[in-house]
């Protein structure tokens, strides 16, 4: 089994942020708990980067580190996989471009 990184992008929806950072360093992620929690609990997920463009603000990124694609396609395929998507989604106001590495 081969590792694989995803990187998707995508522009906020009107009204969406990123999260803030709070005092101790740590992302406050309630408004985007809806959409990382799925991944942490996923078999096979490694860790992930939620950060937006220096060029442009409104752009972001989700960095993923998958221990396979077989577990990359297992999550997507699932209703955990589902609803990251679904969330995702609603935080964006065009469709997400994703590339897998």
């Known amino acids: 089994m081969t590792e694989i990184t995803t990187f998707t992008t995508f522009?906020?929806?009107?009204?969406?942020?990123l999260p803030s950072q709070s005092p101790n360093g740590f992302l406050k992620l309630e408004r985007w708990e809806k959409v990382m929690?799925?991944?942490?609990?996923?078999?096979?997920?490694?860790?992930?980067?939620?950060?937006?463009?220096?060029?442009?603000?409104?752009?972001?990124?989700?960095?993923?580190?998958?221990k396979s694609s077989e577990h990359?396609?297992?999550?997507a395929s699932s209703a955990e996989g589902q609803s990251y998507q679904s969330e995702r989604a609603a935080k964006s106001q065009d469709q997400p471009y994703a590339v897998r590495v």
């Open 11 to 17: 522009t906020l929806a009107a009204g969406e942020t």
């Open 72 to 75: 990359l396609a297992e999550f």
């Open 37 to 66: 929690r799925p991944l942490a609990k996923a078999p096979g997920y490694h860790g992930g980067v939620l950060g937006r463009s220096i060029e442009d603000a409104k752009k972001v990124m989700i960095s993923t580190a998958w």
